[in-house]
């Protein structure tokens, strides 16, 4: 009796190990592998994923092995065998757990450091947050952008920080996220190792754009000479005023909350952009008397000054005036007067 | 005895009262009414996230309503109904004939009232939409609401704090004689666990709240950036309660289900010291854990990993109940009533909710999962597969007790099925949205994730109609349910030694305990030991 029980549990814990990693070595539940630390994350994560699935399935199955094998027969009205305790039992399954958290604490705290190892000469952008966009800067250039721009196979150290509230920087695909506080810089390294194109997520409740800010920019991962080809055009302004304002809306973030068809934005956070000079348009009310290109450039500088019907005072960030430079402001106000 | 008890009067739910039985009715019936209102609000959000474009609600409404259906939860359903079932059950268990302080225990009770009122009326003024966590500066800048909301949890953390006082002294000073600590009952245990961690961690939550409510009332700058303020102190602030919080959540359910065990496999509970110590520990260790919520955030680096080790040790205290209760059911004699079937469900559930807090342990993992659906998935399979399970298991057990009535099995079984399968339904896919890359808190959604919200969303709906029969059940058979007798399930702790429902004073003559309250099996069968509370007839 006492053989057939120890044939049993051998029998079980080995079926249970086998079922574990077969979880580990097939079950990919997770996106695209697109950084070095990514590739280190997932071995661990499919690594827990199996010792998981031993621990869910031994509970779950005996959970249900008693409910079938030990069920009071009907008319039986007395108690079961009263059994109190068992030391070694107690003292194994306290142990055994003790153990496989000690062994995913010390893998978790490798993973960690090895993720987070310097390289040589990394390409440090600027990661800048508000609500409700992205925009990154390339310290050395003059290129601000709303897309993320890498190139594949260097390291990058990202800046972050936030000129509001707390945001917080996610790219699924390199498996990591950082938070952008205000008054605070934060440090991130990623080494992108798989050309593509992926989302960039705010994973941090920032208010009514939130759900937005994570839908509208994207990192383009691509070959070093892609990138210092993407990096000297997107220095320079296009010739057409019409082109450089389509490019100066999207720099500064504007098509993260408003809708422009020549831009291709959608926003909904403010109102949308389209035929502002119509007379007869839907905000020929809101600037009554003033010129049309004073109104436009008053709501970017001053966005307090006029406040469209049915949107919210304070949305907007109130600091362009800093950021944006005069020549480029004048660009872009004109872009925006010539939309019909 | 029973006879010799007069009838008492329905009405007396319906005012100031300092029993302890009509206190812990009071908290179970208004906390109910508040699970229906925040249940309501993830049925908007749900339905809101049927398309990944959808415009039910504006993002403005949407983030309101997910704000306040967290809070609404976790402040005016989950902790008041376990405070309900602590009021009612413990002083029975331990053979008291009330709370130590009663009129303390009336003022908790009422304090809920005007505090929950007050969350709901926020909405007229803008509700607090900053999400249930409040991270400032978001929170400084929102609507007037939130300064109601800050207000409410004030009041509730109040509330909690002085039921918490009474439980404490009540258990400390108030058990019948022969009832040593190691012959408490196991929920009784808990409770006690609960209330030190309640009262360790609130008073942080609230002297965080009254500086967010300074700050947006009278013009502080605790957390203003531009002033020098650290938006960083308040998650600390935060999450020193609200992480202790999932455990003042789960901790009373597995205390009910503990007791819930041992009757329906008619055996003792396995390891009764382990199951008692481990509460202790979970209370303890919970106590050093908070900024395993703060990995992304700008916390010091090299604090993150004395954080990660002591969250996955919480893994081994959880680990020891769940064996202990599975050792309870082996070899016994088991009973599948509602219960039962409820309390299966807890650790079945609970599991999965256990196994993903140890993944979101592991700092590289969640430096990924973090803010994600997986997130939320987690917490919904703890609170929800766990707590919520929990009391459920516990209502139905102690209905019986409570209303002196029986409740119809078969409506329990229904509800049963349609809330187990409604809660993997609607959280296991969840788990999948978050690692492929959906965050939390959005109103719209990129389309690659449809399949799986509308799959969550039809999950919900199932646990929607689920409560219909819940109700329909609590209702009738409160009121033509056949008569329970005082120990339906022959149960041996002291509040099924005396009439459904108890006597005024619960107990004629004060008891004397002679044994453990688990003793199955020990005595023949059918026979329980005289109790001296039954043997005062």
């Known amino acids: 009796m006492k053989e057939r029980t120890l044939l049993v549990v051998v029998l079980v814990t080995a079926l249970l190990v086998v079922a574990g990693i077969w979880v580990a070595l097939n079950v990919n539940l997770m996106p695209a592998e697109a950084s070095t630390r990514a590739a280190l994350v997932d071995q661990l994560f499919r690594a827990m994923l199996g010792l998981a699935a031993v621990i869910f399935l031994l509970v779950e199955g005996l959970l249900l092995y008693s409910v079938f094998r030990f069920r009071q027969p009907r008319g039986d009205d007395g108690d079961a065998v009263p059994v109190h305790g068992n030391r070694a039992l107690e003292i194994v399954w306290t142990l055994i757990p003790a153990l496989i958290v000690i062994v995913i604490g010390f893998y978790s705290f490798r993973v960690l450091a090895a993720s987070e190892i310097r390289e040589e000469d990394p390409l440090v952008v600027n990661v800048r947050s508000r609500q409700f966009a992205w925009t990154f800067e390339y310290p050395g250039t003059s290129v601000i952008s709303s897309d993320l721009h890498l190139p594949v196979g260097r390291q990058v150290r990202f800046l972050i920080t936030s000129d509001d509230v707390i945001h917080s920087f996610w790219v699924p695909e390199f498996r990591v996220k950082r938070d952008a506080t205000p008054g605070q810089m934060a440090e991130l390294l990623v080494t992108p190792t798989r050309e593509g194109t992926y989302p960039v997520r705010c994973a941090e409740l920032c208010g009514v754009g939130h759900a937005a800010m994570g839908l509208s920019s994207r990192v383009i991962v691509e070959s070093d000479e892609a990138f210092q080809s993407w990096l000297t055009q997107a220095a320079a302004l296009p010739a057409d005023p019409i082109e450089a304002g389509r490019t100066l809306f999207t720099r500064y973030g504007c098509q993260a909350c408003h809708a422009l068809a020549d831009a291709g934005a959608a926003g909904a956070v403010g109102p949308a952009l389209d035929s502002l000079a119509d007379p007869n348009g839907p905000h020929a009310h809101a600037h009554g008397g003033m010129d049309i290109r004073s109104f436009v450039e008053q709501s970017i500088l001053e966005p307090s000054a006029a406040i469209a019907p049915a949107f919210a005072d304070g949305l907007m960030p109130k600091d362009f005036g800093t950021r944006i430079p005069a020549n480029e402001l004048a660009i872009l106000v004109d872009y925006l007067v010539a939309q019909k | ?537």
């Open chain 2, 1 to 537: 005895m029973t006879t010799a008890t007069p009838a008492l009067s329905p009405r007396r739910y319906f005012g100031w009262s300092t029993d302890h039985k009509v206190i812990g009715v009071q908290y179970l019936v208004t906390s109910f009414f508040f699970f229906l209102v925040g249940g309501a609000m993830a049925g908007i959000i749900r339905t809101q996230l049927l398309a990944p474009d959808s415009t039910l609600v504006s993002a403005e409404a949407y983030n309101r309503l997910s704000t306040n259906h967290g809070s609404v939860m976790l402040f005016l359903w989950i902790l008041p109904v376990l405070a309900g079932l602590g009021n009612y059950l413990v002083p029975l268990q331990i053979g008291a004939r009330d709370m130590a302080f009663p009129r303390l225990n009336a003022l908790s009770f009422w304090l809920l009232v005007p505090a929950g009122l007050l969350m709901l009326a926020s909405f007229f003024v803008g509700a607090a939409e900053a999400g249930w966590t409040a991270y400032v500066p978001l929170s400084i800048s929102g609507p007037d609401g939130q300064t109601l909301w800050a207000v409410s949890v004030i009041l509730l953390g109040t509330s909690s704090m002085m039921g918490s006082i009474n439980f404490v002294a009540t258990i400390f000073t108030m058990r019948a004689e022969g009832l040593t600590f190691w012959r408490l009952p196991l929920f009784s245990w808990s409770m006690l666990a609960t209330s030190i961690l309640v009262l360790t961690a609130t008073p942080v939550l609230t002297a965080g709240l009254a500086l967010i409510a300074m700050d947006r009332l009278v013009g502080t700058l605790f957390f203003s950036v531009p002033a020098g303020g650290d938006p960083i102190l308040w998650q600390n602030l935060f999450w020193f309660y609200s992480h202790p919080a999932v455990y003042i959540m789960v901790l009373p359910a597995m205390g009910a289900i503990s007791e819930i065990f041992p009757v329906f496999a008619r055996k003792p509970v396995f390891g009764y010291r382990m199951i008692a110590i481990s509460s202790l520990a979970i209370s303890l260790l919970g106590l050093t854990v908070w900024a395993h919520h703060m990995f992304t955030s700008g916390m010091d680096p090299r604090l993150r990993v004395p954080y990660m080790i002591s969250t996955m040790i919480i893994a081994v205290p959880t680990g020891v109940k769940i064996f202990s209760w599975l050792a309870t059911i082996w070899g016994g004699k088991i009973r599948l009533d509602t219960p039962m079937l409820f309390a299966l469900g807890f650790i079945s559930m609970f599991l999965i909710g256990g196994i993903t807090g140890v993944f979101l342990a592991a700092i590289p993992v969640d430096l990924h999962v973090h803010d994600t659906y997986f997130v939320v998935a987690h917490l919904h399979f703890v609170l929800f597969g766990g707590s919520v399970s929990g009391a459920y298991a516990a209502l139905y057990y102690w209905y019986p007790k409570i209303t002196g009535r029986r409740f119809d099995e078969r409506l329990g079984k229904v509800h049963f099925a349609a809330n187990f399968i409604g809660t993997n339904l609607a959280y296991l896919p969840m788990f999948l949205a978050g690692l492929l890359g959906m965050p939390r808190r959005v109103v719209n959604y990129d389309p690659r994730f449809t399949e799986l919200n509308q799959l969550a969303s039809l999950g919900a709906f199932l646990l929607a109609v689920s409560v219909l029969p819940l109700l329909y059940n609590m209702i009738v058979s409160w009121v033509n349910g056949p008569k329970a007798g005082d120990n339906p399930w022959k149960a041996k702790t002291l509040e099924w030694q005396v009439s459904s429902p108890p006597p005024a004073h619960n107990f004629d003559q004060p008891p004397v305990v002679t044994e453990g309250p688990y003793d199955y099996g020990e005595a023949p069968a059918g026979s329980l030991k005289p109790s001296p509370a039954a043997a005062g007839d």
